[in-house]
């Protein structure tokens, strides 16, 4: 049965084009390859998200080769943010530099509830969207 059918053959509708595996077509279809990164706390919590979340958008950019770039960018643009953020709020509090030395406790608490705040912000504006 094999020897009647063509090894390759190109769907005209989509322009795919599959080889004969057995009695099968399989497409021809290959990845593009993504530059490899390292993701940090703010990158790995958005490839969580895609993949259990919104698995089409997650399918898309790998299929695509642009998941490794937009996980990048969230994460580079998260820890910006963060960053910013815990600084308006510095501002805002009445923390001092005079306070790491002498009221330890007080500072560190407060510095740590300003943190939670900042990720909390960047979570919904970037990470869970």
Same mark, same amino acid.
Request: charged share 35%; glycine share 2%; no cysteine.
């Given at each position: 049965?094999?020897?009647?059918?063509?090894?390759?053959?190109?769907?005209?509708?989509t322009g795919i084009e599959y080889h004969l595996k057995g009695d099968y077509y399989i497409p021809n279809i290959v990845a593009p390859k993504q530059e490899k990164i390292v993701l940090n706390k703010y990158g790995k919590m958005r490839l969580k998200y895609l993949k259990e979340c919104r698995k089409a958008d997650y399918t898309i950019m790998l299929i695509n080769g642009t998941l490794n770039t937009h996980l990048k960018e969230i994460q580079e643009t998260a820890q910006t943010r963060v960053e910013q953020i815990i600084d308006q709020l510095k501002e805002k509090s009445?923390?001092?530099?005079?306070?790491?030395?002498?009221? @330890?406790?007080?500072? @560190?608490?407060?510095?740590?509830?300003?943190? %939670?705040? %900042?990720?909390?912000? @960047?979570?919904k504006e970037l990470i869970y969207w």
């Open positions: 049965m094999n020897n009647k059918l063509p090894k390759t053959k190109i769907d005209e509708r009445d923390l001092t530099e005079d306070m790491k030395n002498t009221d @330890v406790l007080y500072w @560190v608490g407060t510095m740590n509830s300003i943190k %939670a705040q %900042a990720e909390e912000i @960047v979570f």
